[in-house]
């Protein structure tokens, strides 16, 4: 696996090659989007596929973050795609080794050749007597923002669920007199200077947990200062298993062995926290007694909360408890009372000296990439909308979305929605429908799509479809009972179907959520945020 980061996507295009009309048309250019074009090429051979991007380059939350030591909290055997192995030696891989393996993805399986760069989708406007979806797509032209539209059959969105655009802010008081460089981990600037200087890092999140072991190879002192402590656990950065298989059986044997004992790890330790979160926690802070001084876990590593409560931070090969032990990097944790001259202020009176503040203060969640969707002439209110198998709307014909689990890998479920999707645009098409759309029973009590007490989520979730309280619009957070699910799913139940070309039909009423949730209690990281880069982060 090539460490290198190429600066070109093969052929892919930008808007002015843009068909009029597409058949199927993928919205995100990152894992989500690149392994659905796969997966629907795959059962539609021979259909029309685009897929648009926003920005100038594929690879989406792994071409956007740029920080020292950016990598992923997922292991490579479950974030890589199931039809393309990681066959890379990092089980915990960097960003530029994900990029890559991205990259090479899409040129390998020609998905380059249909992505669209520079095509930002700001709304979609759905017509039943025409039985297809107008698109209006944002492009940069020589005088400034040009509009064009794309009509297309059906519509997937493979854009995540955070904003790009504009991270969480905590709101600080007197960054204004802060003598030194704000920086987010979002935007980090390639020009920034750390070698020698005092860094804090406000967080405590997965971008933090990554980047404080980073920086402090070069810098003179790194503080990592969070508002509440998180869970985290030492993971190996190689598999050693995984290396002596190798030597032994083909690559596709040890994939699959190695997926299956991380997801029999992980669904355990989950589980467990479930159902006995003092043993679950009993094993985070067991591993961390032996390598950390129990004061140190006391004061900085104890969270008020149970394992899972929030998403489990993953230390790759133990690396921040060993900056830690060296003194190269201080804890604090305490609340932030505001930026002063000389660095941050907290709330007991002390003050933290620094030359540069990182804010790894958390990410924005965004609904279905922020488009704006219209049915027929009347706005559809995503927040008041019921999810099919948490991958479509209800009332909202011919689109789907991918949104994975809080507690594994991203592709896991990314992968079974991708194939789901191509399953039913093959229905579609072998029984000559036009219209596909998922119809709410009443009743049904509402539930959040995403089931974490993490700030990051609570802050924005309600604008989210909700999950319901029966099949098919549960979303369970469990990938071995959604293999189960998906493999023996119905396409057709509750499902509306319309044939092509049908005329004077109109769509059926469907049940409508509450826009409003209550929603359990969060404990946040820093001052109003928790987490950040979930899959991640992230999408």
């Not at 092509?500 to 409508?512: F, K, N, Q």
Request: net charge negative.
């Amino acid at each position: 696996m090539t460490q290198t980061t190429p600066s070109t996507t093969g052929s892919a295009q930008g808007a002015a090659h843009l068909p009029e009309h597409v058949d199927v048309l993928v919205v995100g250019a990152g894992l989500s989007g690149i392994g659905a074009a796969v997966r629907i090429l795959e059962h539609n051979p021979g259909i029309e596929l685009a897929l648009l991007e926003g920005r100038e380059a594929t690879g989406g939350t792994w071409d956007l973050f740029r920080y020292p030591g950016v990598r992923s909290d997922s292991d490579m055997y479950t974030l890589s795609f199931p039809f393309r192995p990681w066959t890379g030696e990092q089980a915990i891989a960097d960003g530029a080794s994900i990029l890559d393996y991205l990259r090479e993805t899409s040129r390998q399986y020609g998905i380059d050749r249909r992505t669209h760069h520079g095509c930002q989708v700001v709304a979609a406007s759905w017509s039943t007597p025409e039985q297809r979806w107008t698109v209006e797509i944002e492009t940069t032209g020589d005088d400034g923002p040009v509009r064009r539209q794309v009509t297309t059959s059906y519509l997937h969105l493979g854009s995540g669920y955070y904003d790009y655009d504009a991270p969480h802010d905590a709101g600080f008081a007197g960054r204004e007199d802060f003598r030194g460089d704000i920086v987010h981990p979002q935007f980090w600037p390639e020009d920034l200077q750390t070698d020698g200087k005092r860094v804090v890092v406000i967080g405590s999140g997965a971008t933090a947990v990554s980047l404080v072991p980073a920086l402090a190879e070069t810098t003179e002192q790194v503080t990592m200062l969070q508002r509440t402590p998180s869970y985290v656990f030492a993971v190996p950065e190689r598999d050693a298993m995984v290396q002596g298989l190798r030597r032994v059986l083909p690559a596709k044997v040890v994939h699959t062995i190695a997926r299956a004992k991380n997801l029999i790890m992980q669904g355990f330790l989950y589980q467990l926290s479930r159902v006995r979160p003092a043993a679950a926690k009993q094993i985070v802070m067991g591993d961390l007694r032996r390598r950390l001084p129990q004061e140190t876990i006391d004061e900085h590593f104890t969270p008020p909360y149970d394992v899972w409560d929030q998403r489990l931070c993953a230390v790759r090969s133990g690396d921040l408890f060993e900056v830690i032990r060296s003194g190269a990097v201080e804890m604090a944790t305490g609340h932030i009372d505001r930026f002063v001259p000389e660095g941050v202020r907290l709330t007991d009176g002390r003050v933290i000296e620094a030359d540069v503040v990182v804010t790894a203060t958390g990410l924005r969640l965004k609904a279905l990439g922020g488009i704006d969707f219209d049915v027929d002439g009347e706005h559809t209110p995503l927040a008041t909308t019921f999810a099919y198998r948490g991958l479509m709307v209800g009332g909202v014909p011919n689109v789907s979305m991918t949104v994975g689990y809080v507690n594994a890998s991203w592709t896991l479920r990314a992968d079974l929605v991708s194939t789901y999707v191509a399953r039913l645009v093959r229905h579609m098409r072998d029984n000559g429908y036009g219209v596909a759309m998922p119809v709410a029973p009443e009743g049904m009590t509402a539930k959040p799509i995403l089931d974490l007490s993490a700030g990051y989520v609570q802050r924005a979730i309600g604008a989210f479809p909700k999950a319901g309280d029966r099949a098919p619009w549960t979303m369970p957070q469990s990938y071995v009972r959604d293999v189960r699910i998906f493999r023996a799913a119905d396409v057709t139940e509750d499902m509306f179907f319309l044939p092509e070309g049908a005329d004077g039909v109109r769509l059926p009423a469907t049940a409508h959520a509450p826009a409003e949730l209550a929603l359990p209690g969060s404990s946040s990281n820093v001052d109003g945020s928790a987490g950040d880069l979930a899959e991640q982060v992230p999408a």
